[in-house]
């Protein structure tokens, strides 16, 4: 793993004036030539990560290689015209930003082959000032256009080239952006990647009816549609876009990865090519070194053994699926069609919603990148007492919706959302991605509608959770992580949340008692405190570990109890600023409790990869049995 496979020296640097609309048979050969070398690459590192266990999305950058070597092109032929940053609003197609990075010599090649890894500093989205060469961060899908639109005012009179797509045209983002570059007359070219393609499915289907092209035209865009792959035409509506004052849309079909036998117009290209199928694709473009290499590739794995756990593991985002399927069983149909709805927004897959679909139809909506109008479309369907809305999508995505969860309080809706990816486990896309504000959720009045924040630790506390708090009235937040987690055990090896355990909403949990302070944890992070709680007791270090899988609701009895301890660490994933912890040590105070006192949390942007994001928070077992003995000492 040591030369890149790939010659991306063979890459040619065409210089292109938009003025000149048509294309010499040599400026035709050269882009061809370049397009099929970067999809080569691009299919080879992207697979890297699907080898290694991180993803990695092939799909996307592969898709829209013709675009970005035009833009090259035309950024070396009028470098005064443009702002020649590659503009990308779905960050998931980081894998074109660095491309072009090593093509422009800001790192090596070779280092292309450590795609998404921990510490590698190329995680699945653009993040400006930690990978070399990457001149923007993205952030989420559907929120660079609007940020372009200030670039665009910062550079009067030059033109700047946003890519998009249809999954990230359905943002409501973008209908903003769309109505102020038209007013403002800003030099934005939107090019778009309509390839009919999200992950959940195909929008044509799920949202029938929609045109991108006649919503642009309509907020007053100039749009030219026309064939992705033709590169004589793409050229010339390119060319004519840039030469066209104000915003203009370029909408290009085509299915998703062209040319790749297996992804050719699925949606399972919008992820990373499997390793079997990216050998395929590069024995067959005569890339065989590529293809051996991709072959050698063995995935890292996390040896790591948690005291106090079994090595039973699952994942919670789907056994939230398993449940509700479960609890809706025990309703007949016309009940279920009565009093439930279940909203999707494209990830029913990675939510555990497909599970509902598969079981019931009937209940079951699929929509859009929508999380705004999906989840207040939930909120309104549970506004009549006995009837309740349930909403998924990612935890980072809560923050686009605090405002719709105003108004569903507001309106005294009942809804249950489970928002998975929560925290920061598993998640190579890095910062952007990660969901440590979920404390947010919780952002009425004392005196407001209930609100209760969950976040189970395990398999068997989800499915009890949801046994418990599926029908009670009010929002309800329940929490997952991307990653699996394994059971809990008590302290005879048995599993703490079988048997005849029965979630009680609000109540905190004795896992482990102890005489020298206690440990407060919840989700994915109580089974690392808990190896650290058992290996601190093997040093004689008697700590004890508290669950706490209600956030946001004081436990009078056990605040008592631990307040009156020695000790009192917070430990959690979420954002140290405004997670758990930083409100956890006001209230012991306010009951004149005064433990010695701290609290982890996530502090810094991620390192990517995927277990190792835990110990590079210092929220791993170590650091925390660290942060306990400098407690003790103090």
């Known amino acids: 793993m040591n030369t890149f496979p790939i010659d991306l020296g063979a890459y040619q640097r065409i210089a292109l004036n938009a003025n000149n609309k048509t294309l010499t048979d040599e ?35 592969y898709d829209t290689v013709p675009e970005v070597v035009i833009m090259d092109a035309l950024f070396r032929g009028d470098a005064d015209k443009y702002v020649p940053v590659f503009f990308d609003e779905a960050g998931h197609r980081v894998a074109t930003q660095y491309l072009m990075c090593a093509l422009n010599g800001d790192f090596p090649a070779e280092h292309l082959m450590e795609y998404r890894a921990a510490h590698s500093h190329l995680p699945g989205h653009p993040e400006l000032g930690l990978t070399s060469g990457v001149k923007f961060s993205s952030g989420r899908l559907g929120h660079m256009w609007p940020y372009v639109n200030g670039v665009a005012i910062a550079n009067t009179g030059k033109v700047l080239f946003c890519l998009g797509s249809d999954g990230s045209q359905q943002e409501g983002n973008d209908a903003e ?43 007053g865009l100039t749009v030219l549609e026309g064939d992705g792959e033709n590169i004589d035409d793409l050229y010339q509506r390119i060319c004519t876009a840039v030469n066209t004052d104000g915003p203009v849309a370029i909408i290009n079909r085509r299915q998703m990865c062209p040319g790749i036998v297996g992804l ?12 079997k199928i990216a050998v395929e694709y590069l024995e067959s473009r005569g890339r065989q070194a590529a293809a051996d290499q991709l072959k050698a590739i063995k995935a890292p794995k996390n040896d790591a053994v948690f005291l106090g756990s079994s090595d039973k593991w699952d994942a919670n985002r789907n056994v939230f699926g398993d449940a509700v399927v479960a609890i809706l069983g025990r309703m007949s149909e016309a009940e279920r069609i009565e009093k439930i709805r279940v909203i999707d927004s494209d990830l029913e897959g990675s939510c555990g919603l497909s599970k509902i ?41 809560l923050e686009m919706v605090i405002s719709e969860i105003t108004m ?65 009235p009010g929002l309800r937040f329940i929490f997952s992580t991307r990653s699996k987690v394994p059971t809990i055990l008590n302290t005879d090896g048995q599993e703490y949340f079988g048997g005849d355990y029965t979630f009680v909403s609000g109540k905190d949990e004795i896992i482990r008692e102890g005489t020298q302070g206690y440990i407060v944890s919840f989700g994915e992070a109580l089974y690392r405190a808990l190896d650290a709680v058992e290996r601190l007791k093997q040093e004689d270090l008697d700590v004890g570990l508290i669950n706490k899988p209600t956030l946001n609701v004081i436990d009078e009895e056990m605040m008592a109890k631990i307040g009156n301890s020695p000790m009192v660490l917070v430990v959690e994933a979420y954002n140290r600023k405004t997670g758990l912890g930083s409100r956890f040590g006001s209230w012991l105070l306010e009951r004149g409790l005064a433990p010695k ?14 277990w190792e994001q835990y110990p590079h928070q210092g929220i791993d077992p170590a650091g925390i049995m660290d942060k306990v003995k400098d407690l003790l000492k103090a």
């Open 408 to 472: 569903a309080r507001l309106n005294k809706s009942n809804v249950l959302s489970h928002f998975s990816h929560s925290g920061i486990d598993d998640m190579a896309d890095n910062t952007c991605h990660f969901g440590l504000n979920n404390m947010f959720a919780d952002n009425g009045l004392s005196d407001g509608y209930a609100t209760n924040l969950y976040f189970p630790a395990d398999p068997l506390q989800m499915k009890a959770c949801l046994e418990t708090i599926f029908f009670n």
């Open 27 to 61: 400026q035709r050969a050269g882009l061809k030539a370049n397009i099929q070398l970067c999809r080569d690459a691009i299919v080879f590192f992207t697979a890297t990560g699907a080898a290694r266990g991180v993803g990695g999305h092939t799909g996307g950058p």
């Open 264 to 275: 050719e117009g699925s949606n399972h290209g919008h992820d990373v090519a499997p390793v």
């Open 357 to 397: 679909r598969n079981a019931y139809p009937e209940v079951f909506i699929s929509s859009g990148i929508m999380e705004r109008s999906n989840f207040s479309a939930a909120a309104g369907f549970g506004m009549e007492a006995g009837k309740q809305g349930i909403f998924a999508t990612f935890s980072a995505f």
């Open 177 to 219: 952006a769309a109505r102020l570059a038209v007013a403002q007359k800003l030099n934005v070219k939107l090019i778009i990647d309509d390839n009919d393609v999200t992950i959940a499915g195909h929008p044509s289907k799920y949202l029938p009816g929609c045109s991108i092209a006649k919503t642009l035209a309509g907020h």
């Open 597 to 610: 006192y701290a609290h982890l949390g996530t502090y810094r942007e991620g390192c990517g990869g995927l």
